[in-house]
């Protein structure tokens, strides 16, 4: 990706952190936090890929999982690490070089924000770091839109579309694939494909 793209999107949340907060903290998440805990060992590592707010960040560390959570946002790191109660780290996608170190890896509307070939590099880096049998989540907006959208880089997916981008990376093995609503108030009619995949 162009690095103003790039920096486009990261100024769209540093203009953007309180606003986008407001309206991500106090979500009701829990059904899909659940799901994704329910795969894990217990106190198992987690790592928050794109952690925003530092909601599903506290979920985790509440539930007495062991967290890191990084955004690219400095912005939003330092609201997340209030929130949560850790301290978020200000690192981009392309700077997780971990191997075999969480059980977990949380991408929540995160690396939706990456062009196609970024997308790969991150899901290989991701495969990289989980242990094996390691829980990957992560979700898009519903649709084939790629490029600029209010001020931010999205690549939209379908069960389709992503089905067949993850038929290249064969660390991966998709366990459930399925749409929600938006959870936030009065956006219940935008759609969200979620998937959640193991190591193998």
Excluded at 28 to 35: L, N, P, R
Excluded at 44 to 68: H, M, N, P, S
Excluded at 95 to 116: F, P, V
Aim: glycine share 8%; proline share 2%.
């Amino acid at each position: 990706m162009l690095k103003h793209v790039v920096s486009e999107t990261l100024y769209y949340y540093k203009k953007h952190a309180i606003e986008f907060a407001a309206n991500t903290q106090q979500v009701d998440f829990s059904e899909i936090q659940d799901k994704f805990i329910s795969l894990l060992p217990k106190h198992g590592a987690i790592l928050d890929l794109g952690c925003g707010a530092g909601r599903d960040t506290r979920k985790f560390t509440q539930a007495g999982f062991k967290v890191e959570a990084w955004d690219g946002s400095p912005e939003l790191c330092n609201i997340a690490s209030r929130y949560s109660g850790i301290v978020a780290k200000n690192k981009l996608f392309s700077e997780l070089k971990e191997k075999m170190q969480y059980d977990g890896i949380w991408a929540c509307a995160s690396i939706l924000h990456l062009s196609r070939s970024e997308l790969g590099d991150t899901l290989n880096r991701i495969a990289a770091a989980l242990k094996t049998g390691g829980v990957f989540y992560t979700s898009f907006k519903y649709g084939n839109f790629e490029g600029m959208r209010n001020g931010r880089y999205f690549i939209d997916m379908t069960e389709k579309t992503f089905t067949l981008f993850m038929k290249d990376y064969h660390d991966f093995k998709i366990i459930d694939l399925w749409r929600t609503g938006d959870a936030r108030p009065d956006r219940e009619d935008e759609q969200w494909l979620n998937a959640i995949m193991k190591k193998i």
